[in-house]
């Protein structure tokens, strides 16, 4: 399991920071890697643009997907990965301060697998990561690569 | 001048009346058959009185004449018949006969003188004249010589009369009269049907002519009769008048009344056009106005597509806007409440006993924005969902609503009374949402009450449905009632009681979108109740 990769889709630095902070708290072990904007964040997913070449290992277990982010929002980089084949089937939870109904619907429309709203004290969200990565990275049987 | 004219106009008009008496049925005809027809029965009637009369008279005469036969002939005859001297007899009798009307005189001898032979001329019968066997009248008288003192009946004279002469004379008398009176009476008709046609049916006949030539469009001037002059010209005043001068002066009246009264139509007619025109311009008017209006209505619904276009985008824009403060307003808050954390987990050391309660103190800040905008957002979100109608059970919302708020706060005492079937058509969620405010707002303000009840019901006041959630908690001064639906309002301090001050300005915005309204009625520490109605369809 140390080996699987968690993908962080965040561009505000402070919050990454606070997500790497509670990821930390947890201890969780995996690699993170995080993509400041929806193209980098496909790019990573589908191994092109400045992720050419990234190797078929650090293809994530999970991905922690913001909504309002550059160039490609949330939403968007999560059709497009439920339309490819090899990402079809990767885990996804959207962590957002946003609880706008239509994000909620349109993410479950889109195959989300989980929507989280970020809550705003950080003892909170350090709870809700531990409980993710144990989850989706322990408890949840994935799909077969 | 004028006489001769009158004249010949009389010639003319008798000439034509005449015609018109014989030719057809006039008045003047009717008159004269009318006169003709009494004057005759009146004629006929004295002239039988008179023929009656005559006849009396004549056969009076004759009778008058018999009696002096009687006295002056009767003498003489005794002596002739005493000396029994027929020839002489037979004179004296002739003498009786040559009197008017006598018509056989027979002397009947019956006794003699006694010179004379006796029976010598017993039983002689002279007669004159023609005797029938009925005469008309007859008279026998006994023929007396006085003898001595002695009176002696010699014989008996009989003188038949005849009336052959009166009937003559009457018959003659009846043919003089009938033919003078025809000649009397018809020469006064002609004179009557003349001064009837002069004084009368010419008239007539000018007011017909008058009256068939009679223009209510021209009016000529009052009927006038050609009479006058002779009947007025002889007093210096006016004759009375005569009931011609009635009919005209009639006519002349009924002639200004008709000239009056047409006018008065005829300016009603105007009057009536004048009205037609104003309304047919009226109408026009209207046209004008509603092709304006529609023209206007045109405008308007662009303007109104325009304005419901740009409120349409101010809505997105709304939605924008809330979206960004749900996410970019609260994100910067998690930043600093993730750090402050951070800072009081990993600098502690640094910074302080004050300085962690400031960080503390800034946690809050962070904490209280979030419930705002939290708050700002329900609100505006229910200005801008869009509402599914159907019938939702209240009285179940609200035991649900209930039994959460106990799970929450265990430890409250709550007496709560709920009427049940509180059934309307509303929006599922939107509906909720005001009563869990209503509800925790009661809950809320019911904790320093000793034994607080909360109930929830409904009224029917005018036909409508009344809701109503009462307690008995904290209340408030009505004075500030006003205020209250307004966010951010509120009434009591954050340390009495927390809260947004949103609560309520949500739930009159529900009630408002459907088509309802909220009011308060409560008293400083006495409780609260919040009245509500729906839109009923």
């Known amino acids: 399991m140390s080996n699987s990769t968690i993908l962080l889709v965040e561009d505000n630095r402070d919050d990454i920071e606070l997500a790497m902070y509670a990821l930390r708290k947890n201890k969780i072990p995996n690699d993170i890697v995080v993509a400041r904007d929806g193209v980098e964040a496909l790019d990573f997913l589908f191994a092109t643009g400045v992720h050419e070449g990234r190797s078929e290992e650090r293809k994530p277990a999970l991905i922690l997907l913001d909504l309002n982010i550059p160039r490609l929002n949330g939403l968007e980089v999560l059709r497009r990965m439920r339309d490819a084949p090899e990402t079809r089937r990767i885990p996804v939870v959207i962590l957002t301060t946003s609880d706008d109904e239509n994000d909620i619907i349109k993410g479950y429309d889109f195959g989300v697998n989980s929507y989280i709203r970020k809550p705003v004290e950080l003892s909170e969200f350090t709870k809700i990561i531990n409980q993710l990565g144990l989850y989706w990275l322990v408890l949840n049987q994935s799909s077969p690569r | ?537």
Not at chain 2, 5 to 12: C, I, S, V
Not at chain 2, 125 to 150: A, E, L, Q, R, W
Not at chain 2, 385 to 400: F, G, K, P, R, T
Not at chain 2, 517 to 525: F, R
């Open chain 2, 1 to 537: 001048m004028r006489i001769i004219n009158a004249a010949a106009f009389l010639r003319a008009k008798i000439g034509y009346s005449l015609k018109r008496a014989f030719l057809g049925e006039s008045v003047g005809l009717r008159l004269i058959k009318f006169i003709i027809l009494f004057s005759s029965v009146v004629t006929l009637f004295f002239t039988s009185l008179q023929l009656y009369w005559d006849y009396r008279r004549d056969v009076s005469l004759i009778e008058k004449r018999m009696a002096e036969i009687e006295q002056s002939y009767l003498g003489s005859l005794a002596g002739s018949l005493w000396q029994m001297d027929l020839p002489q007899v037979r004179l004296q009798i002739e003498g009786i006969l040559r009197l008017p009307d006598i018509q056989s005189v027979e002397v009947a001898v019956l006794d003699v003188g006694p010179a004379v032979e006796k029976h010598s001329g017993k039983n002689d019968v002279v007669t004159v004249g023609v005797s029938v066997s009925s005469p008309d009248i007859m008279k026998k008288y006994p023929i007396i010589y006085n003898f001595h003192g002695k009176d002696k009946v010699l014989g008996v004279v009989a003188i038949q009369a005849s009336f052959d002469a009166i009937y003559q004379r009457l018959q003659d008398k009846v043919l003089e009269i009938l033919i003078t009176q025809g000649m009397k009476t018809f020469i006064v008709s002609l004179f009557t049907l003349f001064i009837f046609s002069v004084l009368v049916t010419r008239h007539l006949r000018t007011i017909a002519e008058f009256a068939n030539q009679f223009n209510l469009e021209q009016p000529s001037p009052p009927l006038r009769l050609a009479r006058a002059s002779i009947k007025r010209g002889r007093s210096g005043q006016a004759a009375p008048r005569d009931e011609l001068d009635q009919v005209v002066s009639a006519f002349n009246n009924l002639c200004g009344g008709l000239e009056q009264t047409y006018n008065q139509l005829r300016s009603v007619n105007a009057e009536l056009k004048a009205d037609n025109e104003a309304r047919r311009r009226a109408e026009e008017e209207i046209k004008r106005l509603n092709i304006e209006l529609s023209g206007m209505n045109s405008q308007l619904e662009v303007q109104v597509r325009r304005r419901t276009h740009a409120l349409e985008v101010s809505n997105r824009e709304l939605n924008a806007f809330s979206y960004s403060v749900s996410h970019d307003l609260r994100a910067p808050l998690r930043r600093i409440d993730g750090f402050g954390q951070i800072l009081l987990e990993d600098c502690a050391h640094l910074l302080g006993v004050d300085g962690q309660r400031y960080v503390e103190r800034i946690r809050n800040g962070v904490r209280e924005m979030n419930e705002m905008v939290d708050s700002f957002l329900k609100l505006s979100r229910c200005a801008s969902i869009e509402l599914v109608i159907e019938s939702h059970n209240l009285s179940d919302m609200a035991s649900d609503i209930f039994s959460r708020l106990r799970e929450k706060d265990p430890d409250r005492q709550v007496q709560i009374t709920i009427q049940p079937d509180l059934v309307a058509l509303v929006d599922r969620r939107m509906m909720r949402s005001a009563l869990e405010n209503l509800l925790e707002n009661a809950w809320k303000y019911t904790r320093h009450t000793l034994s607080p009840v909360i109930s929830i019901g409904s009224c029917v006041k005018e036909g409508k449905t009344i809701y109503y959630v009462r307690d008995n908690g904290a209340g408030f001064d009505m004075a500030y009632a006003e205020r209250l639906f307004s966010p951010f309002y509120r009434l009591h301090s954050a340390e009495e009681f927390e809260g947004s001050g949103i609560g309520l300005a949500t739930v009159q915005r529900i009630i408002v979108r459907h088509g309802g309204a909220i009011w308060v009625d409560a008293s400083m520490n006495n409780g609260a109740t919040f009245f509500f109605t729906l839109q009923q369809n």
